[in-house]
């Protein structure tokens, strides 16, 4: 019996064929899925399959690239040749983007149901889900219909099942020139009508017909806030203290995102040892802090630019070193120097200075 993984992604709202915008102020995508992904042998009768939930959560259009990376040309063009000449099935690669009524082709699935596959993409092991019941299923309800809907037998006439929203054969190599615009590409416009009917529960499905088992790039940009990238793709992301005020009641931090990368949403989920904050000191002695949730609610850190201010209350003596520092476990940090702010509060200069070591007289 031929094995599955199913992997779980978390977007939102997304299309995949041509169409006019879902409105009409363009609005830049802030979510992206940047992945190399592996891609196991499977053949005509029994593809290799992947599944990835996508969650959309506004109107807008969804972008799709796939990329072979460092790719054997040879073998790949004698695959193409050899798929021509299967009568049954003449395509290598397949990629799809379909709504949850996919699997039982009537409704969309249960929403709590499709949130706890969303949820485990964070902690997704291939080893749990090459064993799981539900994941076996869901492959097995997928292939189903997707033999139903491209079909073995080419002489039926199907119409374009609704849930199915787009897909492409195509691949783009290393080279492939720009201008090839449409080459391994694919987008879907959603409005607010297919939103409300699909719930906002989607899936991207990966085939693999062939013996070849390249390393594949999967780009995904989508109106959403979810944010998963390899590190080999990310962006420099640089969390920086800008500013450091003080009176003798409150102690104010400005924190602002220095870089270029955009911040995943589950930094903001984490908790304990694992959770991103700003910590306060008074002369060497920590006094307390705050979460990255509790500092940036809002999410402005989560955008290159972005700014938040943080006020503590906190009563400050005369000459007493102030020290506010960023402390970032687990996160690939740009700029470790701009993390920590240092300053000695003198009573009636609400501008806190930095401490300097006089010269000698």
């Keep these: 019996m031929r094995t599955f993984s199913g992997f779980f992604l978390v977007l939102a709202l997304c299309c995949l064929s041509p169409g006019r915008p879902a409105h009409g102020e363009i609005v830049k995508n802030q979510g992206l899925f940047h992945q190399q992904i592996k891609l196991f042998t499977g053949d005509s009768k029994d593809p290799y399959?992947?599944?990835?939930?996508?969650?959309?959560?506004?109107?807008?259009?969804?972008?799709?690239?796939?990329?072979?990376?460092?790719?054997?040309?040879?073998?790949?063009?004698?695959?193409?040749?050899?798929?021509?000449?299967?009568?049954?099935?003449?395509?290598?690669?397949?990629?799809?983007?379909?709504?949850?009524?996919?699997?039982?082709?009537?409704?969309?699935?249960?929403?709590?149901?499709?949130?706890?596959?969303?949820?485990e993409a964070n902690s997704y092991n291939p080893a749990e889900y090459l064993a799981g019941d539900q994941i076996r299923g869901l492959v097995k309800a997928a292939k189903a219909t997707l033999d139903f809907v491209f079909g073995k037998n080419k002489k039926q006439k199907k119409e374009v099942p609704v849930y199915l929203h787009g897909y492409t054969q195509a691949v783009?190599?290393?080279?492939?020139?720009?201008?090839?615009?449409?080459?391994?590409?694919?987008?879907?416009?959603?409005?607010?009508?297919?939103?409300?009917?699909?719930?906002?529960?989607?899936?991207?499905?990966?085939?693999?017909?062939?013996?070849?088992?390249?390393?594949?790039e999967v780009k995904v940009s989508f109106p959403g806030t979810q944010y998963q990238?390899?590190?080999?793709?990310?962006?420099?992301?640089?969390l920086g203290i800008t500013v450091l005020n003080i009176d003798s009641g409150t102690v104010s931090v400005e924190v602002q995102n220095l870089g270029e990368g955009t911040l995943a949403q589950d930094?903001?989920?984490?908790?304990?040892?694992?959770?991103?904050?700003?910590?306060?000191?008074?002369?060497?002695?920590?006094?307390?802090?705050?979460?990255?949730?509790?500092?940036?609610?809002?999410?402005?850190?989560?955008?290159?630019?972005?700014?938040v201010r943080h006020t503590f209350t906190v009563t400050v003596p005369e000459n007493t070193d102030v020290a506010a520092e960023l402390v970032l476990p687990k996160f690939e940090d740009a700029d470790a120097l701009n993390n920590k702010k240092n300053a000695r509060f003198h009573q009636g200069k609400r501008m806190m200075q930095p401490i300097l070591q006089q010269r000698p007289q």
Aim: a positive charge; zero cysteines; aromatic letters at 12%.
């Design 267 to 307: 930094l903001y989920t984490r908790k304990g040892k694992d959770a991103l904050s700003l910590m306060l000191s008074l002369n060497g002695k920590s006094w307390g802090g705050v979460t990255l949730a509790g500092l940036d609610p809002e999410m402005r850190l989560a955008a290159p630019g972005g700014k």
């Design 172 to 216: 783009r190599f290393p080279d492939t020139p720009e201008n090839h615009i449409t080459t391994g590409r694919m987008h879907h416009d959603i409005d607010f009508s297919e939103l409300s009917q699909t719930q906002g529960m989607y899936f991207l499905v990966l085939e693999n017909f062939s013996q070849l088992a390249p390393e594949l």
């Design 229 to 238: 990238v390899d590190k080999a793709f990310l962006l420099p992301r640089d």
């Design 49 to 119: 399959l992947l599944l990835y939930p996508i969650e959309i959560t506004n109107p807008g259009r969804v972008e799709f690239e796939f990329k072979l990376i460092k790719p054997d040309e040879e073998r790949y063009r004698s695959a193409v040749e050899k798929a021509r000449q299967n009568k049954a099935r003449s395509t290598v690669f397949r990629w799809s983007f379909v709504d949850s009524r996919f699997f039982d082709q009537k409704k969309p699935m249960q929403p709590g149901k499709f949130q706890q596959w969303v949820k």
